[in-house]
């Protein structure tokens, strides 16, 4: 059962160009949401993320949208570079009262994205 | 300030053996999570420790178990290896927020 799926396996965006990347998710019990950035041979590097209680987090040229309603989340790189060229993940946690909130992240399979100069 | 380290980079085991991955957590840190990443899907959470007790579990069969140290350090043994085990092992460490991982651990078993 996949409860965060990321549907579009890869992107290609011109450089200059809004990147958007984007995710679903099924459980309503996750309440924090991430998106990550992984480059070949590294591991993967947290890039921005959103709490329920927002609906939009900005952080330079990411910005990462939640609409609650819909399950949905979506990371908008504007605008792109060739170094933004990597496999983006996004994933999610269900927080509890104490300890690390945050640890048991639930990942999407993953959106390579492709950006040319 | 060091980041989170793993070793070794790269290893290759037989069908049936035993295996001990290790990771060091970025400083400060006290909470381990390992992760499990097959080629072309996402991390799929295997256990997390806190100050040296597991403290959450992913859907893994009890071969795959895991220690804590008190320098925070953290240690993933798998049990009789089966050929799906191949896969990159990701450490991260945290500290009440975002997880920082590690460059992860190639496993082949064949």
């Known amino acids: 059962d996949q409860q965060v799926k990321q549907n579009s396996p890869s992107l290609s965006v011109q450089e200059g160009r809004i990147s958007i990347l984007n995710c679903d998710y099924t459980?309503?019990?996750?309440?924090?949401f991430l998106w990550y950035k992984k480059y070949p041979a590294e591991g993967p590097t947290f890039l921005i993320s959103?709490?329920?209680?927002?609906d939009k987090n900005e952080d330079g040229r990411f910005t990462v949208f939640l609409n609650k309603s819909a399950k949905h989340l979506s990371l908008h790189i504007v605008p792109s570079q060739p170094g933004d060229s990597a496999v983006y993940f996004c994933?999610?946690?269900?927080?509890?009262?104490?300890?690390?909130?945050?640890?048991?992240?639930?990942f999407g399979q993953g959106t390579i994205l492709t950006v040319h100069p | 300030e060091t980041g989170v380290t793993q070793s070794p980079t790269h290893l290759i085991k037989t069908r049936g053996q035993q295996v001990t991955l290790r990771c060091s957590s970025q400083?400060?840190?006290?909470?381990v999570s390992w992760y499990q990443q097959a080629l072309g899907q996402g991390p799929q959470f295997i256990f997390q420790?806190?100050?040296?007790?597991?403290?959450g579990r992913g859907n893994f069969p009890p071969r795959f178990s895991g220690l804590q140290f008190p320098n925070y350090s953290s240690e993933l043994n798998v049990n009789a290896l089966e050929l799906d085990d191949s896969a990159l092992y990701l450490c991260?460490?945290?500290?009440?927020?975002?997880?920082?991982f590690g460059p992860g651990t190639r496993l082949t078993v064949t």
């Open positions: 994933a999610a946690s269900a927080s509890y009262a104490g300890g690390t909130s945050y640890g048991k992240l639930t």
């Open positions: 459980n309503s019990m996750f309440d924090y």
């Open positions: 420790y806190y100050r040296e007790e597991e403290n």
């Open positions: 959103i709490s329920s209680i927002k």
């Open positions: 991260a460490s945290s500290f009440r927020g975002e997880q920082y």
């Open positions: 400083s400060g840190h006290n909470t």
